[in-house]
C-alpha cells in the first residue's frame, strides 16, 4: 500500500501542473463567460446555461492517458509493477475527480445564491443535475469525470500494447459495437422500450449509477491489457 | 551463488527468436558485463530479467522467485536504459525525486554529488536535455539507487570519453563501499574490460560465453609464425579466426595455453574485445550465418 501512495505521488510530482492547471483553465473559461454574457447584457433570464464546463470534463479523460504512455514506462524501470501502478492510476484519478466534484458543487452553491454571478449565468449548476440533495449532486458531477478518466487510462493501455494501431483498432472495434447495437435495437423496433426504461431510472442512477459501472468495465478491461503490456 | 538466474529461456516476437534457450545466472554482489552485437538479444534479457516482459519459455528467478509482477523482486531492482522516456512534464528533479521515493536505499548527497559531476541543469525540463545529459541523468539514476540488483542497458550513448571514464570510476568507488550486483550491458568492451567482473556474450539469443573475466583473459591466444609450425599448434584446438600472409599463419584459438619456446612462434594475448568479435564470428560461421548478418540499427 505505501509504494501505491509513493507511486501515486510521483503521478501527481507536480501538482500545479496536475492538479492545479485543469482549476485554473476552469476559472479562466468562467471568466471568459462571465465577461461574453457581461458585453451582450440585456435581461438575465436565468436561463444561461454554458456547456464550458465539458473543458474540465476533457482534461480528465487526458491526463490519465499521459499517465499511462509516459509515466508507465519510466515507473517499471524504477522496479514498479503494474499492478502496483495501475492501482496508483485508480486512486488519483478518483481523488482528482472526488476533489474537482466538490469544487463544482460548492461552485453551484455560489452560483444558485448570487443570481448566476449576478448575470444569470449557469455554469456549474446545470439544469440536468439532480437538484436540492448535494450529495447526490456530487455524485452526479464526479462519476461521469471518473468514467472520461477510465476511458483515458483504457485508451492509454491499448496504446503501450498494441500502439497507434490498437487504438485505431479499438476505437472502430467500439463504435462497430455501438453502431451494431443501435442496429439491433431499431430491429427490434426496442427504441420506445429503451426510451421507457431510461424514464423510469431515477436521475441518479443514470448520472452516476450506470456510469460507474462504465468506469468498472474499461478500468476492468485496461487492466486485463495492461497486464502483458511492456514498458 | 547465483542471484539471478535464467535457465533455457525463449522470447518470441513472431517467427523472431529474441532469447533461444539462453541460459545463465548472475552472482550476488559482482559487476557482470552483458555483451553482444545490435540485436543480439541483451535488452530483452534484461527485460526478461525485470518482469518487464513475460518469457515464451524457461524458467527465471531473480532472490529465488519469478520477477514477473512480484513486487518482492522488483522493489530491489533498477532498470536503467538507453532509450528510457521520461514524461514531458518531468524535470530533471522530478525525476531525481521520483526515483528517490521508490528506492529505499536512494542516497541523495550521492546523486546530489553526480548531477553536479555531470553538470545537470536539476530545474531543466527533461525534454530539453542533450543527448548526453539525457543519458547522465539516467546514470546517476542507476548509481544513486543503489538497488540490490542494477541493470545498465547501453547507458551511455551521446557522452563523451571523460564522462563515461567518470561514470566508471564512480560506479567502482560506490560499488566498493556498497556491493551490489550489477549486469551492465555495452559495445564498448574495451573500456569496461577492467570493469567487468564477468562476462556474459550473447548472439542471436543463445549464450556464447558466461565466464568470470579472469579465466576469459588467457582463455584464447593469437600465435603468428610459419604456417607448419603454427597448424601444429592450433591442431585439435578451436580455432576463432585465421588469417594467412606468403608462408606465415596467424591464427587464434581457444583452450591451447601458450605455445612452447623454440618452434618460432610468437604469441599474443586477446584482448576481451577481440575474443567477443572472433567467438561471434565463429559461432556465426559454424551456424552457417554470414558473419555480417544480423547487423541493424545504428551502431553506437
Known sequence: ?231 | MSLVRMSGVTKRYGDVHALDGASFGLAENRIHGLLGRNGAGKTTAMQVLTGQVLETSGTVEVFGESPYENARVLNRVCFVKESQRYPDAFRVEHALRAAELLHQNWDAAFAAELVADFGLPRRRRIKKLSRGMLSALGLIIGLASRAPLTFFDEPYLGLDAVARQMFYDRLLADYAEHPRTILLSTHLIDEVSDLVEHVVLIDRGRILIDEDADALRGAAVTVTGPAAAVEAFAAGHTELHREQLAGFLRVTVAGAGEPPDGLGLEAEPVSLQQLVVRTTQHSNRTNGQPATAGARGGEH
Do not use: C, H
Open chain 1, 1 to 231: 500500500m505505501r509504494r501505491v501512495l509513493d507511486v501515486a505521488r510521483i503521478q501527481t510530482i507536480n501538482p500545479f501542473l496536475t492538479i492545479g492547471l485543469p482549476l485554473v483553465v476552469l476559472g479562466l473559461v468562467l471568466l471568459l463567460n462571465l465577461a461574453t454574457f457581461a458585453v451582450i447584457g440585456g435581461p438575465s433570464d436565468g436561463d444561461r446555461t454554458t456547456g464550458a464546463l465539458l473543458a474540465l470534463y476533457v482534461m480528465m479523460g487526458i491526463a490519465p492517458l499521459q499517465t499511462m504512455t509516459q509515466l508507465f514506462p519510466f515507473a517499471l524501470g524504477l522496479g514498479v509493477t503494474r499492478r502496483t501502478f495501475y492501482a496508483a492510476t485508480a486512486l488519483v484519478v478518483v481523488a482528482q475527480s472526488a476533489v474537482y466534484g466538490l469544487v463544482i458543487v460548492i461552485a453551484s452553491q455560489v452560483e444558485a445564491s448570487t443570481g448566476g454571478w449576478g448575470l444569470g449565468l449557469r455554469f456549474f449548476g446545470l439544469p440536468f443535475l439532480p437538484q436540492g440533495n448535494i450529495a447526490a449532486q456530487w455524485l452526479a458531477v464526479t462519476v461521469p469525470m471518473v468514467v472520461l478518466a477510465s476511458i483515458g487510462v483504457f485508451v492509454g493501455v491499448v496504446f503501450k500494447r498494441w500502439g497507434q494501431l490498437g487504438v485505431y483498432g479499438a476505437t472502430i472495434g467500439g463504435a462497430a459495437l455501438l453502431t451494431g447495437l443501435a442496429l439491433l435495437v431499431t430491429g427490434l423496433d426496442g427504441w420506445p422500450a429503451v426510451g421507457g426504461f431510461l424514464a423510469s431510472q431515477p436521475p441518479l442512477a443514470l448520472l452516476a449509477g450506470y456510469p460507474l459501472l462504465i468506469a468498472l468495465l474499461f478500468g476492468g478491461t485496461g487492466w486485463l491489457v495492461l497486464r502483458r503490456a511492456t514498458a
